[in-house]
Each structure stands twice: as structure tokens, then as C-alpha cells.
């Protein structure tokens, strides 16, 4: 007999995965910062280094929404 159903093993492995990368990114987003801050004490290079860690995101987001407002979809009746 053929199973119907799709086997669900891996799922929660899947959402475990995701969810420990998410946690690692968002850690490293203020761990890092904070690194910077306790080792040189200066909150400009804290700043400076929270900077560089959101800038590749900020351009990645200000480009996606370019893409997006590009792309016009044309519906007709």
C-alpha cells in the first residue's frame, strides 16, 4: 500500500535550525557592538561597528524595494 502522506521527520528539525540561526543572528547584531564597546570603551567605534553590521542590510532593503517598484504588473479585464 502507498503512503498518502508526506513524512514530517524533518519539520521540526527544519524550525529548530531556523530558529537557532535567527537567534545567532541577533545575537551576533548586538553582541559584536558590544564587544567593541567593553574591549576599547569608545562609543564611537560601538557605533561605528553597529553601523557596518546594518549598512549591507539597509542596502539590500533600499535595493529590493527599487526591484520591487520597478516590476509593475499590468491586469487586464
Known amino acids: 500500500m502507498i503512503s498518502s502522506h508526506a513524512p514530517t521527520v524533518g519539520l521540526p528539525r527544519t524550525y529548530l535550525m531556523r530558529a537557532a540561526d535567527a537567534l545567532a543572528s541577533a545575537a551576533a547584531t548586538y553582541a559584536i557592538p ?43 479585464p
Open 34 to 76: 558590544l564587544l567593541v564597546l567593553v574591549t576599547t570603551g569608545s562609543t564611537a567605534l560601538t557605533s561605528l561597528a553597529f553601523l557596518l553590521e546594518w549598512a549591507p542590510r539597509l542596502a539590500a532593503f533600499a535595493f529590493a524595494g527599487f526591484l520591487a517598484d520597478g516590476l509593475t504588473l499590468s491586469v487586464t
